[in-house]
Structure formats: C-alpha cells, structure tokens
C-alpha cells in the first residue's frame, strides 16, 4: 500500500526559533523540510535535517524555488529586522498560492527602572545619542553601522558575530562575540569599557536581553530600536509550537496540484 508523498516545508533563517522548528520537525515521516540561511554568517549554527546557503534573487527567484520544489508550506522564521526577505517571502508565497507564516519572538517590553529611549531606524538612534552618552555599547550587529560613521564625538564599542566593513564610526572597538550572554558578564562588560549608553535592536528573546538587565541595574540609557511590522495579510506566530500547530492545520487540507517531492540532500548556494 503506497503512503502518502511526504509534505514539504520551507523554513526560512538561521534564528534560535528556526533551528529549535527545524529540530522539532526533523524526522517526521509526512514531511520534507528544508531550512534556508541567507549566508551572511561565515560559520553559521546549521539546523536539523536539510539545509540551502544563499539568497533566492529576490521575490521572482524565491517563486521559482517554491514552485520547483512544489513547496507546500512556508515558515519564515528570519530576524525580526529581516524585512527584505520577509517581502520577499510574502511576494513570493502570494504568486505561487503556498501558504506563509510568520514565525516571530515577542519584542522586549520595558520594566521599572529602565530608561528606554525608543528609535523608528539606526538613523533616529545615532540621532539621538548625543544627548544620552559618549560611551556607546552599540550591539545592532555588523549590517547597517554606516549610520554611526559619522559620529566622531562618541566611542564605540561595537559587538557582532562576524567583523563588519566600513563605514564604521571613527573612534571604535571590535569585539567577535555570540550569545546567549550572561548578566554577569554583560555588567562586567559595561563596567571595565565605562559604557554609558547602550544601543540595540528589539530582537526579543532570551541570548542578548541580559544587557537590557545590565543597563537597568547600571542606571543607563538604553536606546531601542522598533523592528518592522511583518508583511500585510500574513499570518504571525511567537512560538515553534504555535508554528508546529499552524502547520498542522495547514497541511491537513488537501494538497495542491503536484504533491511535494523531496529535494536533494546538502547545502547549495541560490
């Protein structure tokens, strides 16, 4: 008796909630899935089961992938802050008719004692800065620091994973890090570089909010950076569960024309 052809499902990013769906699903007989990481990381946290390294060539080239590899769900799982392929992602799935959700961590929520100075863009929080210190702790990670090039009365100390590429603010210094961090080690941080403003994305999650404790417990400003909504008309899970049971419902309906089929084992750049 022939079972039915294994479901597949894209997810897409190289989140903690990407790799902790990935792991989750990995193994399941009735479904195929497949995570892809844009490569921005020269040495990425690879997920559970299949893996792809690379873009897609936008919106047209991502249609094509999903409709190439009959792709019957999608999950995009990216950095909050990754609005480009969220479009993209959105356009795509629309053009092709593959449902798309939005998997999303909830963002940091302001507790007494914190002194949040909230930004609408990098540009607004260099704007602001300032006014606020002369000591930044800048952790919006190595893309988009060209908005700080300019700021020659503030020191930086910058933190990302990989080294970043001018522009870069003049008067800086680099430290190659990845989290989860500690709050012990995030105050110490604070303390011996004199820090007295912080800077950073609202990236939610557990791995880098123990600065915003840091902060709190040191008196210190912390400039915080809103993250874009997710696309219009698509749907938003907090959770890999909430994920797991949105797929669920999705792939019990029936499947579309040309039942997904499983695609090469490995990684290939797109």
Do not use: Y
């Given at each position: 008796?022939?079972?039915?052809?294994?479901?597949?499902?894209?997810i897409?990013?190289?989140t903690?909630?990407?790799?902790?769906l990935?792991?989750?699903?990995?193994?399941?007989?009735?479904?195929c899935?497949?995570?892809?990481?844009?490569?921005?990381?020269?040495?990425?946290?690879?997920?559970?089961?299949?893996v792809?390294?690379?873009?897609?060539?936008?919106?047209?080239?991502?249609a094509?992938?999903?409709r190439?590899?009959?792709?019957?769900?999608?999950?995009?799982?990216?950095?909050?802050?990754a609005?480009t392929i969220?479009?993209?992602?959105?356009?795509?799935?629309?053009s092709v008719?593959?449902?798309?959700?939005?998997?999303?961590?909830?963002?940091?929520?302001a507790?007494?004692g914190?002194?949040?100075?909230?930004?609408?863009s990098?540009?607004?929080?260099?704007?602001?800065l300032p006014?606020l210190?002369?000591?930044v702790?800048?952790?919006?990670?190595?893309?988009?620091?060209?908005?700080?090039?300019?700021?020659?009365?503030q020191?930086?100390?910058?933190?990302s994973?990989?080294a970043?590429?001018?522009?870069?603010?003049?008067?800086?210094?680099?430290?190659?890090?990845?989290g989860p961090?500690?709050?012990?080690?995030e105050?110490?941080?604070?303390?011996?570089?004199r820090?007295?403003v912080?800077?950073?994305?609202?990236?939610?999650?557990?791995?880098t909010?123990a600065?915003?404790?840091a902060?709190?417990?040191?008196?210190?400003?912390?400039v915080v950076v809103?993250r874009p909504p997710?696309?219009d008309?698509?749907?938003?899970?907090?959770?890999?569960?909430?994920a797991?049971?949105?797929?669920?419902?999705t792939?019990?309906?029936?499947?579309?024309?040309?039942?997904g089929?499983?695609?090469?084992?490995?990684q290939?750049?797109?």
């Amino acid at each position: 008796m022939n079972s039915a052809p294994a479901r597949h499902v894209l997810i897409l990013g190289g989140t903690t909630e990407a790799r902790r769906l990935a792991e989750e699903l990995d193994g399941d007989p009735a479904l195929c899935v497949t995570s892809s990481l844009a490569g921005r990381v020269a040495e990425p946290r690879l997920p559970a089961g299949r893996v792809r390294i690379g873009g897609f060539g936008g919106a047209g080239g991502m249609a094509r992938w999903l409709r190439e590899h009959q792709v019957d769900a999608l999950i995009d799982a990216t950095h909050p802050f990754a609005d480009t392929i969220s479009l993209n992602a959105a356009r795509a799935a629309a053009s092709v008719h593959v449902p798309l959700l939005a998997l999303r961590r909830p963002g940091w929520v302001a507790g007494p004692g914190d002194r949040w100075h909230p930004a609408a863009s990098l540009a607004e929080a260099a704007r602001l800065l300032p006014g606020l210190g002369e000591r930044v702790f800048l952790t919006t990670g190595r893309m988009g620091l060209a908005a700080f090039a300019e700021l020659s009365g503030q020191w930086f100390l910058i933190r990302s994973v990989d080294a970043p590429e001018p522009p870069v603010p003049p008067r800086a210094e680099v430290i190659l890090d990845r989290g989860p961090f500690t709050l012990e080690g995030e105050a110490e941080l604070l303390r011996r570089h004199r820090i007295d403003v912080v800077v950073t994305k609202d990236s939610g999650g557990h791995a880098t909010a123990a600065k915003l404790t840091a902060a709190r417990e040191a008196g210190l400003p912390v400039v915080v950076v809103r993250r874009p909504p997710a696309p219009d008309g698509v749907a938003v899970a907090g959770a890999p569960d909430e994920a797991i049971a949105w797929l669920r419902t999705t792939l019990a309906r029936p499947a579309r024309a040309g039942p997904g089929t499983r695609p090469a084992t490995g990684q290939s750049s797109g």
